[in-house]
């Protein structure tokens, strides 16, 4: 199914609900997952082969303005205009051809608080983003649901950034993919804290769509990993009820490392780490061999994503001195 | 099965085909597994899940002497006698008691020429010497099969250093092991190099016993790692027989990938690499990237050894100056 044809049937009975504004403007937090979304059954839908469940990042994300221009389309990324031929411009724009009249154009501000591409899925909150300022631009007046379906088709992890806190995006099995959306889960941990460790801002070099296609592709592993995802969310939504550190902690980081050894074992090799990535996971090992309740998560980049509760924020900040603290419910 | 009841059936038709001599000395080379060994069937024999294929280091292995003496034990490693506690002492005592009668005693003088526990498998070269040794102390006459099985015994990969070149473990079926031997593949290969990049000879955390047991009992991963190993057997046997390098290269690396990755999969997570052995891996599949007809392995251990033909040594030896390189054939 086509992209544009999904389009028109979630809008075709959205009458405007109000009148439209002269500009619009939302913002989407980041999201990281605490199991991972690997590997897709639609290429164009992006439609995954597995369910998946994140937390969002609170200051870390994105807002988007948008209002109408004349002539082309003018896109501003952290107040700077990208060229046309910029890759993002081009995935921007071919995301907007999906919304637009012949003639229309878009002049978009986005404002990154989280590095491009640097692992951070700041293409997560950016087409979430988008997706809700265009609601508001042209009052359609959609609720979540179709939100975060519109969301996923510009970026698969997308579709968690359009609620915040913990967010279950179910895989879904239908072709038209009108039932793989994300939901909220309606459980608050104001004591959860995610600690970023941004070790690399440079552009990864094996996009995550390139890595996971490769990886279901090429990976033997792979099999094995989508039975290791079934078991891991069960686990997960047992720690949230329960408020259980280690066994959030526990699932999260075993599930990402997983990940991470599947897209290994693909052929070439997909690998997001760096040596400094390793050094701060046997770091996290290290001290909680000694007791501290610490985990990690990683997404596809070299960043490092801590778990771990407030009470130990200040040794973490001692053992990881670059460390972000982001509290998604304080 | 216990390992001494399996001893005493193989030796029961031995008699002494010539007159044993005071002392006996024997060689074996280490060996690096193309396709790994990770994970057993039976604890006690050392029966492993899967079938593995080797190939020897020649000049990286260990020599032993044996002979009577008096009293007690006196086990000498690189010409330092080793302390009655030592963990290597045990070993090799625990491994004697399953051949000697009451008050008979050994001197047993090992030498290294590979760092120990350092992931080069010293302890394959060692207890399969150690059983080369003892059958020519005793005068056994035994083959290289019943040579193979006894020094599984004492290591696993032990039975794969009894002979040269490439060798197959096949992993056999029957629960008393003995169609769980070693044996050598008809193969010459004389331009075919192994490189050694030591970066540690520090004993490592966890021990390939512990760590293979750890992810068989944990990994989710590791119902995936048997099927690849069985497809990526027949791809390596294919490569021998073509003398393929790039097949070989591929599937020996993809395998060695994987083994370390299901062990990643395992909780707590099972990880052998330190940071200098990913900048390492990367440097490979950079000059790969670039043309280069360079691949690698890794066993449970930081050590990378690389894998090409002899026309691009220098080149070789020039991105990786500390590289020692091997011609099992030469």
């Known amino acids: 199914m086509k992209k544009s044809d999904l389009v028109t049937s979630i809008l075709k009975?959205?009458?405007?609900?109000?009148?439209?504004?002269a500009e619009a403007e939302a913002y989407a937090s980041a999201n990281i997952a605490l199991i991972k979304y690997w590997g897709k059954r639609d290429q164009e839908l992006n439609l995954p082969n597995t369910s998946s469940l994140s937390i969002s990042l609170s200051v870390f994300g994105t807002r988007t303005r948008v209002k109408h221009t004349k002539g082309s389309d003018k896109i501003f990324l952290n107040k700077k205009k990208l060229a046309a031929s910029d890759g993002f411009v081009?995935?921007?724009?071919?995301?907007?051809?999906l919304f637009r009249s012949k003639n229309e154009y878009y002049e978009i501000n986005t404002l990154n608080t989280v590095p491009t591409a640097a692992g951070l899925a700041s293409s997560a909150s950016g087409?979430?983003?988008?997706?809700?300022?265009?609601n508001d631009f042209y009052a359609w007046g959609l609720g979540p649901r179709e939100l975060s379906i519109l969301a996923r088709l510009g970026s698969g992890s997308a579709c968690r950034?359009?609620?915040e806190g913990f967010?279950?995006?179910n895989c879904g099995i239908r072709k038209d993919g009108m039932d793989s959306f994300a939901e909220k889960i309606d459980i608050r941990w104001p004591e959860l804290?995610?600690?970023?460790?941004?070790?690399?801002?440079?552009k990864k070099k094996i996009s995550s769509r390139e890595g996971m296609q490769r990886t279901v592709e090429t990976s033997?592993?792979?099999?094995?990993w989508q039975q290791k995802v079934e078991q891991d969310l069960a686990r997960l939504k047992q720690a949230l009820e329960n408020k259980d550190i280690a066994l959030l902690g526990q699932t999260a980081e075993s599930n990402a490392l997983s990940m991470h050894a599947t897209a290994l074992a693909a052929w070439p090799p997909v690998c997001y780490w760096q040596p400094k990535s390793l050094e701060m996971i046997q770091r996290v090992w290290a001290l909680r061999h000694q007791g501290l309740g610490l985990y990690l998560t990683m997404d596809a980049g070299a960043n490092i994503k801590l778990l771990f509760k407030s009470g130990i924020e200040k040794v973490v900040k001692n053992h990881f001195p670059t460390v972000e603290c982001i509290y998604p419910f304080k």
Chains 1, 2 share one sequence.
Not at 13 to 21: D, E, I, L, T, Y
Not at 193 to 202: H, N, R
Not at 220 to 224: A, I, P
Request: hydrophobic share 60%.
């Open 13 to 21: 009975n959205q009458s405007a609900k109000a009148a439209a504004p």
């Open 90 to 97: 081009l995935r921007i724009r071919r995301f907007l051809d």
């Open 161 to 163: 950034s359009i609620e």
């Open 167 to 169: 967010v279950l995006w």
């Open 220 to 224: 033997v592993l792979y099999h094995s």
């Open 127 to 134: 087409f979430a983003a988008l997706v809700k300022a265009l």
């Open 193 to 202: 804290a995610i600690g970023v460790i941004m070790l690399s801002t440079e």
